[in-house]
């Protein structure tokens, strides 16, 4: 095991050897640091590479546009992450991208552990494999994106969503706001809904076990429980007044009301017979 940095001044790409402390580009052994006083951007392009970790600071800029790179180890990422291409693969068991993530393409896949992502982040490729945390920031997941996640959290970020929503898996929420417009949430797993706001005038599907505490439901938002919901602290539906949230509860679902509902406006219920 080793410790290798970028040397250069100027931006460059990875696999350039004169760009690096030992001469060479990194490999699988090597605790890497990226970390200059101007802002650069270091480019990852084609071929295959492995790192045992790294770590980069606030004023660079990893850019992924083709091959693969996988980070064997921990990584902490204060700089931007942008990737349009190639295959960015995190095989440790966390990983923080504090300067946030511009993925317009390619891939991001969680092989284990936990990726956070902490500041202001697009999403516009494909997203896959272990836990997602989108904690800070203004966050968007564009139409183009693709997210597969065995457990999916929000707390902290506003995220807004310009596609549907599917998690099949876990999802946890503690805060901030999911803005879905007119797209639609399917939550089919397990579900913790513990704080924040959840908004738009498409529909929010329950299908699992979901336990709901402070959550607040605004818009014209259709939700409809086909699982069991514990409602184990309050929630309020139709906070503005005048939105149209609706709350239907299927044939053969359960919903325990061990909380406080509050109904605003034109809010209303259904229970199926």
């Known amino acids: 095991m080793s410790s290798i940095s970028w040397t250069s001044t100027t931006s460059g790409?990875?696999?350039?050897?004169?760009?690096?402390?030992?001469?060479?580009?990194?490999?699988?052994?090597?605790?890497?640091?990226?970390?200059?006083?101007?802002?650069?951007?270091?480019?990852?392009s084609s071929g295959s590479a492995a790192v045992l970790s790294l770590t980069t600071g606030s004023n660079d800029t990893l850019l992924i546009t083709g091959g693969k790179l996988a980070i064997d180890?921990?990584?902490?990422?204060?700089?931007?992450?942008?990737?349009?291409?190639?295959?960015f693969t995190l095989a440790g068991a966390h990983y923080a991208m504090n300067g946030g993530l511009n993925q317009s393409a390619g891939t991001v896949r969680i092989a284990s552990g936990t990726l956070t992502l902490a500041n202001s982040s697009t999403i516009g490729g494909t997203i896959s494999g272990a836990a997602l945390n989108l904690s800070g920031g203004n966050d968007s997941i564009a139409a183009s994106a693709a997210l597969s996640v065995a457990e999916l959290a929000l707390t902290g970020a506003n995220v807004t969503l310009s596609t549907n929503l599917a998690?099949?898996?876990?999802?946890?929420?503690?805060?901030?706001?999911?803005?879905?417009?007119?797209?639609?949430?399917?939550?089919?797993g397990q579900a913790s809904l513990l704080g924040g706001i959840v908004t738009g005038s498409g529909s929010l599907t329950l299908g699992g076990a979901t336990e709901m505490n402070a959550n607040v439901f605004e818009g014209d938002l259709k939700i409809s429980n086909t699982g069991t919901v514990d409602q184990t602290g309050y929630s309020y539906i139709g906070y503005n007044g005048t939105d149209v949230v609706t709350f239907t509860n299927a044939h053969g679902a359960?919903?325990?009301?061990?909380?406080?509902?509050?109904?605003?406006g034109n809010a209303s219920t259904a229970i199926a017979n």
């Open 167 to 188: 998690e099949t898996g876990i999802f946890a929420m503690t805060s901030g706001v999911l803005s879905a417009g007119t797209n639609n949430v399917s939550l089919t």
């Open 73 to 87: 180890g921990n990584a902490t990422m204060y700089g931007l992450v942008s990737e349009s291409g190639g295959t």
């Open 13 to 44: 790409n990875w696999n350039t050897g004169s760009n690096w402390s030992g001469g060479s580009p990194p490999t699988a052994t090597d605790d890497v640091t990226i970390n200059t006083s101007a802002s650069i951007t270091v480019t990852y």
């Open 254 to 264: 359960l919903w325990r009301l061990d909380g406080d509902t509050t109904l605003y």
